[in-house]
């Protein structure tokens, strides 16, 4: 490929409609993961989360009821998870890593389970319609992309007003820096780790959802594929800030979708090598900010109410 | 037992009425009835662990009370609630702050003050209002800095600024000296005044006889979980008062003449790095069976300091010898050439609280001589540790207890009676070379002060070298032969203990370097 | 409601934690169960039947334990030393491959050298593959701070993808007939069965072994002192001279070494060469199973007997009643977090108040 074929690829509004559509369940799961990590939780069960909201999504779509409604049980059953985490966490005091990887396992092996206890003997996917895309409108990349891109690209300045705006979200920064503090002013910090918790499942669910209701059509087993795990690392490189969490769900998507091209037009580098790339990113990602990295200074230690 | 001047009566702020309180086995508050009248500043006095800080988080509504109840402004209180304490205008400033390093001063003061809900915070309004409480007394800080940036007396003043800057009118103070320069302290005393004459009443928690006479209308005395007295402090005597906070009559540690001996360790110009508690230019120099000093409030580099000398960092620049040789940052190296080490966090760095007593008394020396091809000898090692507890009378538990459950004191006895005993390797004979003290007695009861004082003599007097940290002028003051001031990294020249005034050190702890050497 | 901390752990709670654990979780599986439509007596029977109703079920429990075994073994010592190692399938998979580099059948015959050498070289190469695996993430933390969750997770997938592309390339099996599998191993340095007519190894031994070998060093050996010191507290166990970055980085050779001869052993007792699903998860299955045994090695070997059994009982029972076999994954993920909240009331008590 001459360097002329490579910049009129980056050119292209076939490129930038597809880096959208890769980064949107990357940006609902970085901004979810952020809400946890910046309330002082670490939320590993990213990964099984968004299974059991392209599952919960999906299957809801398919017994008949709307798209959003898809969307919405999706995050019900994002929720449903983070409330568990949280109990096992926040009010329990238990180890959050084990815990987070626990809840991968259950939420995966729930709805795998869910799944072919619905559709004991089906070999082919069944199918629904997923959402449409936004074609009315005029701007050229954005019109190919679906409602819930533009939703995931909303929410972004919104979960920034949230955070430094809001008394709520001042509360929710704090407990994640120092939970006494947040308690000698009043606030209950269970509860308040909880709630940041919960949503932040919830926008998992939604993440996955995205998958089975707007990117495919169908859900298959192994359609998450390590993307959860990515937004973990992606909230480090982002430095906790929901602005910076989309530009780099935006730089990852763009290399993702580059090589995807890429991968098709250059013969032979195995199609593994290309794959392997966003993993690859990832880590280097994470070794490049984790010098400067100001970790939420809570996270990941747990809080006993009157231990002091 | 009765409360005398301006308390009790139905004047009464607060009225804490038969507070008992228990942690499993322990009994924290035992029946603890007291009146707080307003515009008066009370003391609670008590050695650490005597219940003073349970009884104010109860007040405050960390802790739910087993028995008793709280009236406030003639209200009942009701029990762990701090949302409601702060409603009805209780402020408290703990002894370990509570604020969030990496937001800023306006951030921290204005948490909590405004509906959770709400869509939007009001920044301009709450920040007009913070200086406008700060200046009213007199307690000036930067709304938009970082708190990571400000010194310990600032964030003092921001814990200070919270309680205030929500209109509180008990405002309770729980060891808010332990940290501050004299000078600081003095500064602090006055705004109280101020804050008393406003009407504001207040409680103040503290272990110093000197400071609760000087600042407070009456004394509480507390001892055991139980309150012992209640005294107005114009006419208590500051004898009468140790010995209510003890019970019996303390002795005060002797010190035995002997024989100053060479240079058992030496640093010179020594230069740590650090984004705080950097050393610049550090000399000094400590003899054999002497006692240095260093007095100066945390965080001007003692740890550091402390650090290069248990082996734990390699200075910057500068030279660092022991016994004339020149030694690198190995903790084994320097637990080899004899040196005791007490660091300054009994709990994060002295001992491994999961560990039983016996592994722990072996943690310095598991290799040597308490291991052989690889396999750790334990009769050898339960045997030592052993006699170390039963040396150092340390209680609590037996050799397999963990290290976490044994109590402040003889936790510090365990680190002590590892430190000072050097594994019997040269036998039961052992002197160290040199003892690093940091903190040594921080949060101990007053027997365990005695205690640790005592064996830190007995040391010196059989020629050892000791390095005494600490921010608690008058514990330097007691066995220090010489003392040196740490303020910003920077060492001033160690004088004998009688040529320093208390208000020189205090001036040397703030800097006036050329005060303290021109002296 | 709070947690209070007991003034002493409560031996009651110790050993009825895993029952209760066990008792919670076939509750919540009755209940899948009762909604996938099947009989719930008749379920659980066969379950129970497939794992450890006969010498067959036997043998299949003890062959699906004896990977789970290393790989639970190496979990444990990694968080024991706090190192979270979520990377033990990538480096099972290392191992594998190496061990079939080292005495694959490569251009028919593989390398000219005696069994005796090569068979030890085999399962040094897997150990070395594992543990550089785990190295890298364990010297970025060190060194940079980077959470090692995350970096060991990211590489299970990058090996995965390398896997697959040897599998494709350099190290297909030409006589495979076109399926994405290795080189077969020499014949002489698989491994011989333990039980003649089942597929029971001698890795069982080994495992076993490995299992005594690492209680006797965690309990009673210097370096095992050193890596529960640097587990439990390590700014006091640098104190006091114990040196941490070494013994984390020989705890990461420990570790991955582990799993990468879990993959060695696989191939050499079960296999005979490496495809890319030979592994159902069983690095992940070593996490459950080193929390289910409370990070002890001997316990870890109970632990693995226990889910091998889950594993091979729903295979089973899948084939008779109409229950998916992720049944089995459910009650892994159930008992995980029900042996987490049980465990805890060995420490704290509950107070309503």
């Known amino acids: 490929m001459s360097a002329l074929d490579i910049v009129s690829l980056v050119a292209s509004a076939e490129l930038w409609s597809a880096v959208l559509r890769i980064a949107t369940p990357l940006i609902f799961g970085t901004l979810g993961v952020l809400l946890c990590e910046r309330a002082g939780v670490l939320n590993l069960g990213i990964e099984g989360i968004m299974v059991a909201g392209a599952f919960a999504g999906w299957l809801t779509v398919y017994q008949g009821a709307g798209l959003w409604s898809g969307v919405a049980a999706a995050a019900v059953t994002g929720a449903a998870f983070g409330l568990l985490h949280a109990f096992l966490t926040v009010s329990l005091a238990l180890s959050q890593h084990v815990s987070g990887l626990g809840i991968t396992l259950l939420a995966t092996s729930l709805a795998s389970y869910a799944y072919r206890v619905s559709f004991p003997s089906v070999s082919t996917p069944p199918t629904i319609h997923p959402f449409a895309e936004m074609s009315a409108v005029p701007i050229p990349v954005l019109s190919s992309q679906t409602p819930l891109t533009w939703l995931a690209l909303a929410l972004v300045p919104a979960l920034a007003w949230v955070l430094y705006r809001t008394p709520l979200g001042l509360a929710l920064r704090m407990v994640g820096e120092n939970p006494a503090a947040v308690e000698g002013q009043g606030i209950d910090v269970v509860r308040l780790r909880t709630l940041a918790v919960v949503a932040g499942s919830s926008l998992m669910g939604v993440a996955g959802a995205f998958l089975t209701l707007s990117a495919f059509n169908a859900f298959y087993f192994n359609m998450v594929n390590g993307r959860g795990w990515i937004c973990v690392a992606l909230v480090v490189f982002a430095g906790w800030r929901p602005g910076k969490a989309l530009g780099g769900a935006l730089l990852f998507a763009f290399c993702d979708a580059l090589q995807l091209r890429l991968s098709q037009q250059a013969g032979g580098i195995p199609y593994q090598i290309y794959l392997m790339v966003p993993y690859v990113l990832s880590i280097v990602a994470l070794v490049v900010v984790a010098r400067r990295a100001t970790y939420p200074q809570a996270l990941m230690k747990p809080w006993r109410k009157g231990e002091r | 037992m009765t409360a005398s001047g301006r308390g009790g009566g139905a004047g009464a702020v607060l009225r804490l009425s038969g507070i008992s309180k228990r942690f499993g086995a322990i009994v924290a508050n035992d029946a603890i009835s007291l009146d707080l009248a307003r515009g008066e500043i009370l003391a609670l006095l008590g050695e650490n662990g005597a219940g003073k800080s349970t009884l104010v988080s109860i007040l405050f509504g960390h802790y739910v009370a087993d028995a008793g109840t709280i009236e406030a402004f003639g209200k009942p209180l009701p029990p762990g609630d701090p949302a409601a304490a702060l409603a009805v205008g209780i402020g408290m400033v703990h002894q370990h702050f509570t604020l969030a390093d990496n937001l800023t001063v306006q951030d921290n003061v204005v948490l909590g003050t405004e509906p959770l809900w709400a869509l939007a915070s009001r920044r301009a309004a709450a920040r007009a209002k913070l200086v406008a409480t700060a200046e009213k007394f007199g307690l000036m800080v930067d709304p938009d800095a970082r708190v990571a940036t400000l010194s310990v007396g600032e964030r003092q003043r921001v814990e200070i600024l919270k309680a205030l800057y929500r209109d509180a009118r008990v405002l309770i103070l729980d060891e808010p000296t332990s940290v501050l320069t004299p000078q600081e302290a003095a500064a602090l005393f006055s705004t109280l005044a101020r804050l008393c004459a406003d009407g504001l009443s207040i409680i103040f928690i503290s272990h110093k006889l000197t400071e609760v006479l000087r600042v407070s209308d009456r004394i509480a005395v507390l001892r055991a979980g139980r309150l012992v007295a209640t005294l107005d402090a114009a006419t208590a005597q500051s004898s009468e008062l140790a010995e209510l906070m003890v019970g019996r009559a303390v002795r005060k540690p002797v010190a035995r003449d002997h024989q100053r001996g060479d240079t058992a360790c030496a640093v010179s110009r020594l230069r740590v790095d650090a984004e705080s508690g950097a050393l610049h230019d550090v000399t000094l120099a400590l003899r054999a069976g002497e006692i240095v000093g260093i007095a100066g409030v945390s965080g001007n580099g003692q740890q550091a300091l402390a650090d290069v000398l248990c082996g734990l960092r390699a200075p910057d620049a500068g030279t660092v010898t022991l016994a004339g040789r020149s030694m690198r940052a190995d903790p084994r190296a320097w637990i080899d050439a004899g040196v005791a080490r007490i660091p300054e966090d009994r709990h994060a760095a002295g001992v491994i609280g999961d560990f039983a007593v016996w592994e722990n008394a072996i943690a310095e020396r598991y290799r040597r001589p308490f291991s052989s091809a690889g396999i750790v000898r334990r009769t050898a090692a339960r045997k030592y540790a052993r006699t170390l507890a039963d040396r150092f009378d340390v209680r609590g538990g037996g050799l397999d207890t963990k290290a976490a459950a044994l109590s402040g004191g003889n936790v510090q006895k365990l680190i002590l009676g590892r430190a000072l005993t050097g594994g019997f390797s040269q036998g039961d004979d052992f002197t160290p070379v040199l003892i690093v003290a940091n903190q040594p007695t921080w949060g101990l009861d007053i027997g365990a002060v005695a205690y640790v004082h005592q064996r830190l003599l007995d040391a010196s007097a059989r020629g050892a070298a000791v390095l005494l940290i600490s921010d608690d002028l008058d514990e330097i003051l007691a066995i220090a032969d010489r003392i040196a001031v740490m303020h910003g990294g920077r060492l001033s020249r160690a004088r004998p203990a009688g040529e320093w005034t208390r208000a020189a050190i205090g001036l040397a702890m703030t800097g006036a370097e050329a005060a303290a050497d021109a002296a | ?353």
């Open chain 3, 1 to 353: 409601m709070r947690l209070e901390a007991r003034a002493r752990r409560s031996r009651a709670a110790l050993l009825l934690a895993p029952f209760a654990a066990i008792a919670f979780t076939l509750a919540v599986t009755m209940a899948l169960v009762a909604w996938a439509g099947a009989p719930i007596r008749e379920t659980y029977a066969l379950l129970f039947a497939g794992a450890f109703g006969s010498r067959f079920a036997w043998s299949e429990t003890l062959t699906r334990a004896t990977p789970l075994i290393f790989t639970g073994l190496s979990v444990a010592v990694a968080f024991r030393a706090r190192l979270w190692n979520i990377g033990a399938e990538g480096q099972l998979y290392a191992g594998a491959l190496a061990a079939v580099a080292v005495g694959g059948l490569h251009g028919g015959a593989g390398f000219d050298l005696p069994a005796g050498v090569l068979f030890p070289a085999m399962l040094g190469a897997s150990i070395a593959a594992g543990a550089v695996l785990l190295l890298v993430p364990t010297f970025l933390r060190t060194r940079f701070g980077v959470d090692e969750v995350v970096t060991t997770l990211l590489l299970n997938f990058i090996v995965l993808l390398a896997v697959s592309m040897l599998l494709d390339g350099p190290m297909k099996d030409p006589a495979g007939l076109g399926w994405p599998q290795s080189v077969a191993l020499r014949d002489d340095l698989q491994l011989d069965k333990l039980v003649p007519r089942t597929r029971v190894h001698t890795g069982l031994v080994y495992a076993l072994v490995a299992a005594a070998i690492l209680a006797f060093v965690v309990r009673a050996t210097t370096l095992g002192f050193e890596m529960r010191a640097v587990g439990a507290n390590a700014r006091a166990a640098a104190f006091a001279g114990v040196p941490v970055a070494r013994t984390m980085a020989l705890v990461a050779t420990i570790s991955g070494g582990l799993a990468g001869l879990a993959g060695a052993i696989e191939v050499a007792g079960r296999t005979g060469y490496v495809t890319l699903d030979m592994s159902p998860g069983y690095g992940y299955s070593g996490i459950v199973i080193a929390m289910l045994a409370g990070l002890s090695p001997l316990g870890v070997v109970a632990a693995a007997v226990f889910i091998a059994g889950v594993l091979v009982g729903a295979d089973s029972m899948s084939r008779g009643v109409a229950v998916p076999t992720y049944i089995a994954d459910v009650i892994v993920a159930v008992s995980l977090v029900s042996m987490l909240v049980a465990t805890l009331f060995v420490r704290y008590r509950l107070r309503l108040r």
